[in-house]
């Protein structure tokens, strides 16, 4: 996928979205934006004191949001790259590795990359990093297709 200058893979593939963590088109949430980084894609992320769990560590629940961010968006890279629908994209399982707390007020650097998919699956790895130090990472398990069972009028409740 070729980007425009300045442009990100948000803008790229999903400009209207919404997404709390990553959507070009929200004020709040976490504002993660990706760009290609070799085979994978990164991003780096202000890890805000807000998001504190225990005082200045950042909440692991938030550690595990921002692996599974980048972890599909090397997906939506994979599969944009090779022209597959991203119509139906589902996380279907997400191991996270806590190895180290990640403190809060420093800056997080974000990696995730894919492996090619089969059967329908997409399989991607996560690494968050602190001054080149690994504290977290995750495995990641996407299937591709799934359609959204329930009816719309359940939704909004």
Known sequence: MELIEGQTLNDAIAAGSTCWACGPARTDGLLLRYLPEGPGVGTAWYADPHYHGAPGRLHNGVVAALLEEVAGWAAYR????????LAGLAIAELTVEYRQPVPT????A???EAAPVSDGLAHTRAELR???VVLATAKCTLRTGQELTCPPESRSR
């Open 78 to 85: 994979l599969l944009t790259d090779a022209g597959i629908s």
């Open 130 to 132: 602190v001054d080149d």
């Open 105 to 108: 007020e420093v800056w997080v």
């Open 110 to 112: 974000l990696y995730g």
